[in-house]
Every structure is written in C-alpha cells, then in structure tokens.
C-alpha cells in the first residue's frame, strides 16, 4: 500500500520561508515524477513545481525564483523550500508520487501567509 504523506506547511509572515517535505512509501517501483499541487479556497488545484527523475524540474511561472523543489537520492522523497512567501501562496499544499502504474496523492498540509 502506498502512502504519500506530507508535512512542513504551518503559518508564516509576507517574506518568509518554509519548507515542505513529502515521502512516499510501500513500493519499491520507481517514481517517474513527484510534484507539488496548491488549492486555495474556492480556486482550482495547480500545479505548483514538478521533479522528473529527480533531476528535472519545473515550476509554475508564479512561483519561479522563489521555490525550490529537490529530491533525495531514492527518488521518493522531495522538498519543496519556499522563500519571499507572499499571501497569495496561502493555500493546502498537496504532493503527488506518479509511479508507472498510476499516481498517489497526499492528504495536503496547509501553508497560510499573511501580511
């Protein structure tokens, strides 16, 4: 049984930073992608950075020089680092694991900024 699980998320002034981390666990198939989703109330879910292989990454232009996603080793475990945080980045924080066979989300942490 798989399990993506997230932590890290937590209440942070305009121009912080934090840091979320998410593991995935209970397969030994690789991951082909992990990446990092936000929903803010009333909004769509986004894509918010993306690593593939645990090299390449992407990130949403709103987020592009402020965040940073990096993976470990295994591949199954990433980080997102968010700096200069802005209270539009207030929103759940959820990470998804794509394995080959189909993909996993986690439960979501809550990242809230404010002004």
């Known amino acids: 049984q798989v399990q993506v699980v997230e932590s890290g998320g937590g209440l942070v002034q305009a121009g912080g930073s934090l840091r979320l981390s998410c593991a995935a666990s209970?397969?030994?198939?690789?991951?082909?992608?992990m990446a990092w989703y936000r929903q803010a109330p009333g909004m769509q879910r986004e894509l918010v950075a993306g690593?593939?292989?645990?090299?390449?990454?992407k990130y949403a232009d709103s987020v592009e020089g402020r965040f940073t996603i990096s993976s470990n080793k295994a591949g199954n475990t990433v980080y997102l680092q968010m700096n200069s945080l802005k209270p539009e980045d207030t929103a759940v924080y959820y990470c998804?694991?794509?394995?080959?066979?189909?993909?996993?989300w986690g439960q979501g942490t809550q990242v809230t900024v404010f002004s």
């Open positions: 690593i593939i292989g645990g090299r390449v990454t």
């Open positions: 998804k694991a794509d394995y080959t066979w189909r993909e996993f």
């Open positions: 209970g397969s030994n198939r690789p991951i082909r992608t």
